[in-house]
Nanobody, 118 residues
Framework: QVQLVESGGGLVQAGDSLKLSCAASGLTFTNYIMGWFRQAPGKEREFVAHISETGGLKYYADSMKGRFTIDRDNAKNMVYLQVNSLKPEDTAVYYC???????????WGQGTQVTVSS
């Protein structure tokens, strides 16, 4: 049973920080590029960041650079997204996803809600 489960979201104030977590199970975790996406109300899903299988390479959407940090712990089958200096426009459901083939995310979590108030 392949599963990705996000956690760590919540209601925060602008300027706060959050660390989102994604626990993977049922897959060979080290075979997958892991990514984070988000979807704000009324908008399409947006790419946030991804991290290579071994964690050596990280890539961020231009708008995410500086405040977002992706990391993974292959020993724990976990991927993380650290978000600092949150802004109201960061309000979204944040999803983690796994890609066996680059750019082809086939496994998705259920999402965790991040709500940032001003």
């Amino acid at each position: 049973q392949v599963q990705l489960v996000e956690s760590g979201g919540g209601l925060v104030q602008a300027g706060d920080s959050l660390k989102l977590s994604c626990a993977a199970s049922g897959l060979t975790f080290t075979n997958y590029i892991m990514g984070w996406f988000r979807q704000a109300p009324g908008k399409e899903r947006e790419f946030v960041a991804h991290i290579s299988e071994t964690g050596g390479l990280k890539y961020y959407a231009d708008s995410m650079k500086g405040r977002f940090t992706i990391d993974r712990d292959n020993a724990k089958n976990m991927v993380y997204l650290q978000v600092n200096s949150l802004k109201p426009e960061d309000t979204a459901v944040y999803y983690c996803a796994a890609a066996y083939h680059p750019g082809k995310y086939t496994i998705w979590g259920q999402g965790t809600q991040v709500t940032v108030s001003s």
